[in-house]
């Protein structure tokens, strides 16, 4: 009797030494004052039950003992980005270029932005994408502190290859550990954004991947691309800078996940402007082009937003900068573009989990799902802003983030 008493409270002490980082054992409680699960339903006073990394229960006017009371902040599923360039990062010139670094330099600026993500509470992320993400992607896996990770690893983008040379590019990116396939159909928006890969080359590369069983996911601004990847059973679109009503019914009726990005991606070049400057397109034309992009694109993204049906999914194309300021595409989505704040929500969360392959898994609160859940000041349906306010985040069931007082 005495030594298992012994025994437990050892164990007990070791629990409480490792409470915060460790995924626990014990059933722990948490509370707030309101809940968005991420597939339109709004809780009051709920607490959230979550075991072995898992969430196991979900109950509104609780009045169970909680291990977290976060008083009377928000408590949503962890933020989900379809769309980043995680390693991207401003290296020791302070330039996008990265001149002159190391490799051990590239994997901790790597390190440093899926930290930077995770703390703002994206609780996952998919990066399209470098091949050093899959060693990012093994090192938060084995518990290094990020969201989760998917790659597409290198994007295919050379439109003098065949469809077959393209179709065993695909392969050969599947074999290397990819989770999905990214297709450059256009050009960049700073070279005006034409279409670049024809009607059987898109097709053949999104066809691939589907046989695969793998996503493929469409760099589109000309509204010929944006068509031509609906049409050719490609899974996603993005950017679409020039797609018009036509293509949002398209898509729509195709099933087709369409990620524009009004919010981060061109305000970081232009509030970043010397540190891009001079690298490749990014010339004095490029600039221009992106500015003038600016109005055509959010006029695009209100337009869109009225397409029945069309599923909106959110994304940033955070690249050197951008990383931790991922809400800020979602803030202007219903701030500058008119999306119901809960579309937002819901487009950020379960829709882009579904567009990831794991809504079964996360981007809702519910029993059954992981424990991805994070805490903001303020209620988001009424302050879209209150998403840049993140004051609690846990993966997994693991607790990285709680600035609130604990029990
Ligand atoms: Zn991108």
Known sequence: MRLTRLALSTACAVLAVTGVAAAQDTPLVIRAARLIDGRGRVLQNAAVTVERGRITRVEARSAAPATYDLGTLTLLPGLIDTHAHIIAHFGRDGRASNEGESDAERALHALQNAYDTLLAGFTTVQSI?????????????????????LTSLESLNDPALSPEELRRRVRTRVAEGADLIKLFASKSIREGGGQTMTDAQIAAVCG?????????????????????????????????FYATRAEFALMAERGVYFEPNIGLLIQNYLRNKPRYFGIGNFDE??????????????????????QPGLKLVMGTD???????RNADEVIARVREGGQRPMDAI?????????????????????????????????????????????????????????????R
Do not use: Q
């Open 129 to 149: 994408g470098a091949p050093l993400d899959k060693e990012l992607r093994a090192a938060i896996e084995r518990g290094a502190p990020g969201p989760r990770l």
């Open 208 to 240: 691939e991947a589907k046989a695969l069983g793998k996503r493929s996911w469409v760099h589109a601004h000309a509204a010929t691309a944006v068509a031509a990847a609906a049409r050719g059973g490609c899974w996603a679109v993005t950017h679409g």
């Open 285 to 306: 034309t490029g600039f221009a082009f992106m500015e003038a992009a600016v109005p055509v694109n959010l006029a695009m993204f209100k337009d869109a937003v009225r």
């Open 318 to 324: 955070a690249g050197a900068g951008a990383h931790g």
């Open 346 to 406: 819901t487009g950020v969360t379960s829709l882009g989990a579904e567009s990831l392959g794991l809504g079964d898994r996360i981007g809702t609160i519910a029993a059954g799902m992981e424990a991805d859940l994070i805490a903001v000041d303020g209620d988001p349906l009424s302050d879209i802003t209150a998403l840049s306010r993140v004051l609690f985040v846990m993966k997994g069931g693991k607790l990285y983030r709680n600035e609130t007082r604990r």
